[in-house]
């Protein structure tokens, strides 16, 4: 007896603190302490299995692995959406609704974000789970309740009690971003094969006959309607079905949106993103915010979804073939599609690089006409298998870079042609080398490369170097075409009279550019060493190379032994370093850049005034009080190191809005993670005002 009741305490207790933490995501207790009452109750169990229930938090951790999924018929069929594409095609689908109704009255919409993920259907049974299925064909899903209990936002027994005895959910179960990329990362790590995507990584999670794998792999869910209700299995009601108790329909609300706040109270996830418009008109708004905020969301989507949301107009509108009439999908430009290579190109860029670039038929895809996309090197070739000629996928999400994601070698032509690589460079004929060790061809033109001379020009003036108005990548093409420019100092003793006569270029523009020009001389020292564009010296790495050395003299006569000992600089990037000053055009450029630029000294700060010296910091996600650079720079100025990426040398994760992926492998580490008011107090405390 006395076990019965403390295992009564323990659900009750970690019950509300799963909520607390998966679904509102309010963490009330310690780790330590939630671990501590799971195993606590898993003890009681095993000692004694027959207070071991469906709805027991230790079912979160999976069961027995099953033989074969059985076969669940739904008891209410589950749909599926129709889609629209444009605007014209949803004013149709607003205009076939009135036609319906037979009225022009404004109607509201419940407008939600489409996850990209798998429709379940969860059936509750005196308020605890009893089974989970999936869509399937409609009418018969596959029993996966086994994996759903795995789920840690989805309640194994609703809260409170006012609830019908039979009450199905439908929603989407998906897997999170930031899950998706450290599944990614550790099957890479075992040599295993990724998932293309969060959808495929969410089914066949959930297609597991061994649910502890299941529960491993931090699924989510959230909820977009009701199944049915009903007082028993015989008594059920959904859409028109009569039943007598008081969860009728009465205990539903009459708006769909009002409805999904009602399942949300008993503790179902409800997407936070979800709305309700007063009428039609504010669709496009919506879905133009929803595309826009996209990438930030921490899940995938494809598009939105609205739907009529009073219930009484839904029961009028009714179904067509397997989709209701009240709601419709409004996908996004789709992501992915096929299109033949053309050619392949060679680019070289600052660093000599010789890029083979896929000239593609032009194809509409992710909302953009793609004609061009990297193939990166040599490796990334042999990776594909690809083909001149080849009809490949493409790929555009958000604002990423186009990438061919496979090639459709059922489709292969018979003219379909190996990719070589040239023998030489392709703009200034110099032989090419590939280092060992390195996937990259480069020319060894260096600047005497015409492509080289330009790129590195570019970078000097780019917006993090030198930051010089008026000079656009065009601009510099341009000048050096015309043999005005050759190395960056030049660009100094450029005249209004010269840059007048180039393309497009005013007075005024010229005269801008010169002033630019005059401004630009007077830089910092970290500014400097990252605009000479010197292989793998990044904006950090100049800075730390900088506040280490303090002189430009003291990095370029700087040994490899002594370079190494600047934070971020291993034996790579110590010998591109000395390999950069060694080279005659380099010394020469960099000759004729210290008589024309001027930057201020950098004092040696005593240890007091770098508080952080031996302290690693990641910053990720949004920072609302200030930008990522600006905490990167006040970190720095206190002595810290600032990196990119998580590992068990970082001290503390600076975690902002939507952290992702950095965040989960710092909290797997252990790392210390600061909120932004954290890092605030912190910069406060040592009088830095970011
Ligand atoms: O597959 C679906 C995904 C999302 C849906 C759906 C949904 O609402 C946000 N809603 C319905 C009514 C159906 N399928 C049938």
Redesign the pocket.
Known sequence: MANFQRVTELHHLIHQYNHQYYVLDEPSVPDVEYDRLMRELITIELEDPSLKSLDSPSQKVGGEALKAFTQVTHQVP????DNVFSDDEWQAFVKRIHDRLVSDKVFEICA????DGL?VSLRYEQGVLVQAAT?GDGAVGENITENVRTIKSIPLKLIGDDYPSVLEV???VFMPKSSFDALNEQALKKGEKAFANPRNAAAGSLRQLDSKITAKRNLAFYV??VGFIGDSNQNLSSEGIQITNKYNEDWLSNSHYQRLCQLKKLGLPM?PEVKLLKGSDLVDAFYQNILKLREQLSYEIDGT?F?VDDIALQSKLGFVAR??RW?M?YKFPAQEETTQLLDVDFQVGRTGAITPVARLNPIFVGGVTVSNATLHNQDEIDRLGIKINDFVTIRRAGDVIPQIVSVQLHKRPENAADIIFPATCPVCDSEVLRAEGEAVLRCTGGLFCAAQRKEAIKHFASRKALDVDGLGDKLVEQLVDEKLISTPADLFRLTELDVSIMERMGKKSAANLISGLVNARKTTLPKFVYSLGIREVGETTASNLAHYFLTFEAIKLASEEQLQKVPDVGAIVARNIIHFFKQQHNIDVVNDLETIMTWPIIEKKSADQQPLLDKTFVITGTLSQMGRNEAKAALQSLGAKVSGSVSVKTHYLVAGEKAGSKLTKALDLGVEVLNEDDLVDLLNEHGVTA
Not at 78 to 81: D, G, I, K, W
Not at 112 to 115: D, I, V
């Open positions: 589950m749909l599926s959406l939600e974000p489409k996850l429709a869509r439908r929603g989407e977009y309607g997407c979804v739907k989709a209701p709601a999908a």
